[in-house]
């Protein structure tokens, strides 16, 4: 049977065991620790004190970043479960975070407005057409910036995956994404790349890109 992310992470065991599973080894402890500091600084332009929507939320391992760093944080999730594991972690927060479970690619037509957004680890796992009904839904949700997290296509980087199985190891990105289908995703969901980062490029797919809403009375060709 094929994976499916919507449906995935609607069990209390992934929920509990999904940092543990993830995060616990020497090298997960680095990367996690290097990426919520990455994600503080892709926000570093917006004044504390705003409020984040984080979609997905997952157990709330970025949105916590973000509260330290003085944001509010209103989690999305499709998942009950994991939302359950984040508000456990982020209790000390108080009202600084919220949570609301909801599928992102089906919200209804009035949505309410955060100062920017939050989407890290979820595109990678679907096709192309549904990353841009997922990043259509999120950047729905934000007033001005986007962060998004992705899985870079590169030459290097499909070679370095054909090693990386051959010795035994699956690959966690099934759908990494290439640069010109960046700019269709980006274009699609209303948004324009203003900058990029990455986490070690020579070990990591991983890809961090500041995006803002494209104005469309200002995108207008004449
Ligand atoms: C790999 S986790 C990432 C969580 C978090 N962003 C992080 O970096 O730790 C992916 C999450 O996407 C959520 N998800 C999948 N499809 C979704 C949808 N359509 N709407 C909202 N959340 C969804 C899953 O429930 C899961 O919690």
């Avoid at 994600?39 to 504390?48: A, E, N, Y």
């Avoid at 004190?49 to 003085?70: F, M, S």
């Avoid at 690959?171 to 990494?176: T, V």
Wanted: glycine share 6%; net charge positive.
């Amino acid at each position: 049977m094929s994976w499916v992310p919507d449906e995935h992470y609607k069990s209390h065991r992934v929920a509990a065991e999904y940092d543990k599973s993830r995060f616990s080894s020497i090298s997960g402890k680095i990367f996690n620790h290097l990426e919520k500091r990455m994600v503080g600084k892709c926000f570093h332009k917006l004044p504390k004190a705003q409020k984040i929507v984080d979609v997905p939320c997952g157990t709330g391992r970025l949105a916590e970043a973000l509260l330290a760093h003085g944001y509010s944080v209103h989690g999305i999730d499709i998942s009950a479960e994991m939302l359950l594991v984040a508000s456990q972690r982020l209790r000390t927060y108080g009202s600084r975070f919220t949570s609301e479970v909801a599928d992102v690619k089906r919200l209804p037509a009035e949505v309410p407005m955060y100062d920017g957004a939050l989407c890290a680890r979820v595109l990678m796992h679907f096709p192309l057409d549904q990353q841009i009904g997922f990043l259509t839904g999120v950047a729905r949700l934000s007033r001005s910036v986007v962060v998004i997290n992705h899985s870079l296509d590169s030459g290097y980087h499909r070679l370095r995956r054909r090693l990386k199985r051959l010795v035994g190891h699956q690959a966690s990105a099934l759908h990494p994404i290439n640069n010109r289908d960046i700019r269709v995703l980006l274009k699609n969901a209303g948004l324009r790349e203003v900058k990029r980062r990455r986490l070690f490029p020579i070990i990591s797919e991983a890809i961090y890109i500041i995006a803002e809403k494209i104005d469309p009375e200002n995108s207008r060709t004449p």
